[in-house]
């Protein structure tokens, strides 16, 4: 099993920006990818990023140029650093992590879950 702990949620004003934090403890060597989901009220949860430990990453549209994944090997953490937020940002952020193939269309974790941190951008 593998256990995953979030932080970094809030309330931020269009515009602003929040970094996510997402540690990765347990079985660490069943799981070659972590990634960031979004659930909005009334809404399915999406992928929003996703990254591999060889370092592909993959992005929803939506947040291309605005949002960062990144990692940090040593500390098993994966980082979400948001910027340029915007209102339909907001929803309840899962971290997730699993494997996925070598060479991966699309980065998307869905072994294990966070416990979600909520998001909330005022416009």
């Known amino acids: 099993q593998v256990q995953l702990v979030e932080s970094g949620g809030g309330l931020v004003q269009a515009g602003g920006s929040l970094r996510l934090s997402c540690a990765a403890s347990?079985?660490?060597?069943?799981?070659?990818?972590m990634g960031w989901y979004r659930q909005a009220p009334g809404k399915q949860r999406q992928l929003v990023a996703g990254i591999t430990t060889s370092g592909t990453t993959t992005y929803t549209n939506s947040v291309k140029g605005r949002f960062t994944i990144s990692r940090d090997a040593a500390k098993n953490t994966v980082y979400l650093q948001m910027d340029s937020l915007k209102a339909e940002d907001t929803g309840v952020y899962y971290c997730a992590a699993g494997w996925v193939p070598r060479s991966p269309i699309e980065v998307r974790p869905q072994d294990y879950w966070g416990q979600g941190t909520q998001v909330t951008v005022s416009s």
């Open positions: 347990g079985s660490i060597f069943t799981i070659n990818a």
